[in-house]
C-alpha cells in the first residue's frame, strides 16, 4: 500500500509564513517528524543555515535570525 499525506488547509499569513494542515496515516506521521528531528539536528550539529550550538549542555537549539 502506498502511504499517502494530504493537504488539508493551507493559510497564508502576512509575515511570509503558513499554516498547513495535513492529513496522513499513523506510520507516515512518525516518519515524517523523525526525518524532520533528525535534519534539524544534523543542521544544528554542523552549524547550517543559521542553527548553531551556543552551549552544548543545553537542552534546545538556538536559531540565529539573518
Request: charged share 30%.
Amino acid at each position: 500500500m502506498t502511504e499517502m499525506i494530504n493537504i488539508q488547509e493551507y493559510i497564508e499569513h502576512e509575515d511570509g509564513g503558513a499554516t498547513i494542515t495535513l492529513d496522513c496515516d499513523i506510520k507516515t506521521r512518525e516518519l515524517l517528524v523523525g526525518l524532520g528531528l533528525i535534519y534539524l539536528l544534523e543542521k544544528a550539529i554542523n552549524e547550517e543555515d543559521g542553527y548553531a550550538i551556543k552551549d552544548t549542555n543545553q537542552l534546545e537549539f538556538d536559531f540565529i535570525k539573518g
